[in-house]
T-cell receptor, first 115, second 115 residues
Framework: GDSVTQMEGPVTLSEEAFLTINCTYT??????LFWYVQYPGEGLQLLLK?????DKGSNKGFEATYRKETTSFHLEKGSVQVSDSAVYFC??????????????FGTGTKLQVIP | NAGVTQTPKFQVLKTGQSMTLQCAQD?????MYWYRQDPGMGLRLIYY???????DKGEVPNGYNVSRLNKREFSLRLESAAPSQTSVYFC??????????????FGSGTQLSVL
């Protein structure tokens, strides 16, 4: 079945440091890929997505490129801020057996940015 | 625009007690979902409702029941709570539910402890 593997955290960075959170996936079809972010005490919200190979999703300075050859969707940001402290989830979405949108989440990576 | 609203935010139960988690969305979405979030395991799908009047099991349905009361509301019931059901529960919705590139909209979660 489908699965998502992302790097374990927590990740602690100083403000303005470069961020990479690795994500690889296994899927039988041609999934869409997502990064969701969860701020403390809140639900998940979509950060960015890519729907086909070589697509780049971007939002709020974050980027991720859908790499089919390496089955990866790594999240990057050039200069993190304290306000980026959150838990980041990589996810893939495909069509489930019942025709519904089946979303598989990674375990989440906690990012802490210190001033 | 409230989005997805869950109640309650916190709940403590004793083993064997029952309770219902409520979820409502005001975006006229067709599909709604219940997930649980456990440390080191990401989010796992409990039940989903592809459209009003339909419900189906997800990855971890045992010990739960759901009701899609109308297009807006999707409730999750624990008939006899067990300590293994201690978790954070998220309700989510999506506009169509059958398109892999759709984003999910999440509520802010219910933290449930079963003693």
């Amino acid at each position: 079945g489908d699965s998502v593997t992302q790097m374990e955290g927590p990740v602690t960075l100083s403000e303005e440091a470069f961020l990479t959170i690795n994500c690889t996936y296994t899927a039988t079809g041609y999934p869409s890929l997502f990064w969701y972010v969860q701020y403390p005490g809140e639900g998940l919200q979509l950060l960015l997505k890519a729907t086909k190979a070589d697509d780049k999703g971007s939002n709020k300075g974050f980027e991720a490129t859908y790499r089919k050859e390496t089955t990866s969707f790594h999240l990057e940001k050039g200069s993190v801020q304290v306000s980026d402290s959150a838990v980041y989830f990589c996810a893939l979405s495909d069509r489930g057996s019942g025709g519904y949108q089946k979303v598989t989440f990674g375990t989440g990576t906690k990012l802490q940015v210190i001033p | 625009n409230a989005g997805v609203t869950q109640t309650p935010k916190f709940q403590v139960l004793k083993t064997g007690q029952s309770m219902t988690l409520q979820c409502a969305q005001d975006m006229n979405h067709n599909s709604m979902y219940w997930y649980r979030q456990d440390p080191g395991m990401g989010l796992r799908l409990i039940y989903y409702s592809a459209s009003e009047g339909t419900t189906d099991k997800g990855e971890v349905p045992n010990g739960y029941n759901v009701s899609r009361l109308n297009k807006r509301e999707f409730s999750l019931r624990l008939e006899s709570a067990a300590p293994s059901q201690t978790s954070v529960y998220f309700c989510a919705s999506s506009e169509f539910g059958d398109r892999p590139n759709e984003k999910l909209f999440f509520g802010s979660g219910t933290q449930l402890s079963v003693l």
